[in-house]
């Protein structure tokens, strides 16, 4: 049996960051949507004792590791180990998502191979504890749509949201690391150069402006606590930020631990507008337009011997 499962990359409409646990993560509160873009996991069986085998093609495959290290290899050997069963398989990664974006597209890779593996194998088990095992995105991936998230994000919730938003994703070459912003945040912290907020909470301005489905309230409400450490270690996205505003974006930020940027646009329309000029600038290695919200993982092929 061969099986395609497809995963989207998240956006934070709000990214609210607390402060630094003993176990090496930060408490935070954030308000997820899925993207129209997204990652595809193909898997199917190898002869037994052959392992584990992973392939990575598409737009972003440069410099994605086909390891152990990839959390698709990671997610696929967790099923197989609570299925009972030996893990022998061919796994091929279409990226579609940006890398080391602040998009959580190797999250989407794991939420995929969940999936997947689990359809193959036919584990009927949870996915949940193993999406939190994986990372602290993968189990909004798995859900997508508009959801809050606490703890350290792996906990969400459905939020009710009406409308869809067109958005210019402009993606920078060089990857940040997500717990180099982090770090940066505190740092930035202890330095008394930005606060932590008075109270970990989900703004009501910003749940009131996705009941709405206007995409000028959403934009009024708009926060990244991530976003003044990723600018701090890349100076250059400050520069993305501005020209979308001045292209008529309702609103711009950096896309969680970045270094991707994300304009809201007022229709499709405009945001191939703003993402054209953007291209004519040379600030940004690739820009896409991508609609929210989104579904979750789901499977979207199955092919059988
Ligand atoms: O969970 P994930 O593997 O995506 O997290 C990567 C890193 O980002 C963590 O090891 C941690 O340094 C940082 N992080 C954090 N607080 C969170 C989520 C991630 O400090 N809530």
Known sequence: M???????????????????????????????????LRDEVTIFER??????????????????????????????????????????????????????????????????????????????????????????????????????????????????????????????????????????LDQLRDEGAVREPLQLAPKNELLQALVSGSATQIAAHLSNDLQPAALALVPKLQRILDVTVEDGALASLVAGSGPTCIALAKDHEHALDIAARISGQNLADRVLVATSPAVGTEITVIEKN
């Not at 497809?6 to 954030?30: C, E, F, M, W």
């Not at 009972?84 to 191979?113: E, F, H, W, Y």
């Open 47 to 184: 002869a037994e004792g052959m392992g584990v085998q992973c392939g990575i093609s598409g737009d972003f495959s440069s410099g994605v590791p086909g390891d152990e290290s990839n959390l698709a290899v990671k997610a696929v050997k967790l099923v197989a180990e609570l299925a009972g069963v030996s893990c022998d398989l061919n796994i091929q990664i279409t990226k579609r998502i940006p890398v080391a974006a602040g998009l959580a597209g190797g999250s989407a890779d794991a939420a995929a191979a969940l999936v997947a593996a689990a359809e193959l194998y036919g584990y009927g088990g949870d996915l949940q504890p193993l999406a939190e095992q994986l990372g602290s995105d993968v189990a909004f991936s798995l859900l997508g749509g508009t959801a809050l998230g606490t703890s350290r994000g792996e906990v969400v919730v459905p939020v009710l949201a009406r409308g869809n938003y067109c958005w210019v994703i402009i993606s920078s070459s060089n990857g940040l690391s997500t717990p180099r912003v982090y770090q940066k």
């Open 2 to 36: 061969k099986v395609t499962a497809a995963a989207p990359a998240k956006i934070n409409l709000q990214l609210s960051v607390g402060a630094l646990r003993a176990d090496g993560y930060h408490d935070l509160v954030t308000v997820y949507q899925a993207l129209d």
